[in-house]
């Protein structure tokens, strides 16, 4: 069964607005994309569109934040490092604000609107930025669990969200703890650590290699920044080898802070499923994937380079 992220999204919003009595959302005017549109309806008065000026937004909403507001700022992902970088920089991240930045339309979800709408370095620039705690969600149910905890935690939050509509993976009695990354299938020949959509990705791969008699740990990073050390060490050890899958850049994403740990505390032998550091182009949102290496089958083919 598939669920779509953003509509959860956009539920999830609308359902937090009555507990949530200090939350404000805005959006850069793609509101009936990212789905904010769906709280604007439900609380006009808790709900600004700024128009097509991402700037002004994010600059806005820290300015609320210091009355006592707590600010939901949505674009696509792209244009909110693009084209917000310099207020979530010198005015959210440097003083510590109480800022939500939901980024819509991560990787190349929107698919057939190519390049320029496509999101493949925006955890490497969160990750840059002092403060910031990065979410990046496999599924429906997950996005309406992190927003909730990112709506009750303080400090400045980067929610990663995908336009396309993907398997369920957890049920209705799941919780989301930041922080912790989560083991989905326990492994011994090799682990797969995956993010946002690629986690389904991940199961998938490891359930067609264990017909082939190999036995792969999946595990979720959620959360990306503070990333969990602990299970990463603990995949190392267990499993000798790691494949990193991300909807991303492979240089600044989730691969590199997975290194940066493997590195650190326990060398072992890595690759790697993302973009090879390059733009895209438009087209089908699962051909694209494949295009570009990181569909189900580029994944198995990683775990066996390594093995």
Do not use: W
């Amino acid at each position: 069964m598939k669920k779509s992220i953003r509509d959860a999204y956009g539920d999830a919003l609308k359902e937090f607005g009555a507990k949530y009595e200090d939350v404000i959302v805005m959006d850069a005017d793609v509101s009936s994309s990212t789905k904010s549109g769906v709280f604007g309806a439900a609380y006009p008065d808790r709900f600004l569109n700024v128009g097509i000026a991402e700037a002004n937004m994010v600059a806005m909403a820290a300015g609320l934040s210091t009355v006592g507001f707590t600010p939901v700022v949505n674009t696509f992902a792209t244009f909110m490092v693009s084209r917000a970088a310099d207020p979530l920089r010198s005015l959210v991240a440097y003083t510590n604000l109480n800022v939500k930045v939901a980024g819509a339309y991560a990787g190349v979800s929107d698919s057939y609107d190519g390049a320029t709408h496509h999101a493949l370095e925006d955890i490497a620039f969160f990750r840059s930025l002092p403060n910031f705690t990065i979410i990046s969600v496999a599924d429906a149910i997950q996005a309406k669990e992190a927003l909730d905890v990112a709506l009750k935690e303080k400090g400045p939050m980067y929610l990663r969200l995908s336009r396309a509509d993907v398997p369920v993976i957890y049920d209705e009695n799941y919780k989301f703890e930041l922080g912790k990354g989560e083991c989905l299938r326990e492994g011994k020949d090799a682990t797969i650590i995956a993010t946002g959509v690629m986690v389904a990705k991940a199961l998938e791969a490891a359930e067609k290699l264990k017909a082939e008699g190999i036995d792969v740990r999946v595990v979720n990073i959620h959360t990306i920044k503070p990333i969990d050390k602990d299970i990463i060490i603990e995949s190392a050890k267990q499993t000798g080898k790691i494949v990193v899958a991300e909807e991303h850049n492979i240089y600044g994403g989730l691969g590199s802070a997975v290194a940066e740990v493997v590195t650190q505390y326990c060398p072992v032998k890595m690759a790697y499923v993302g973009f090879n550091d390059c733009f895209t182009e438009s087209g089908d949102y699962e051909e694209l994937l494949t295009k570009y290496g990181l569909d189900t089958n580029s994944i198995i083919a990683k775990v066996k380079g390594l093995l």
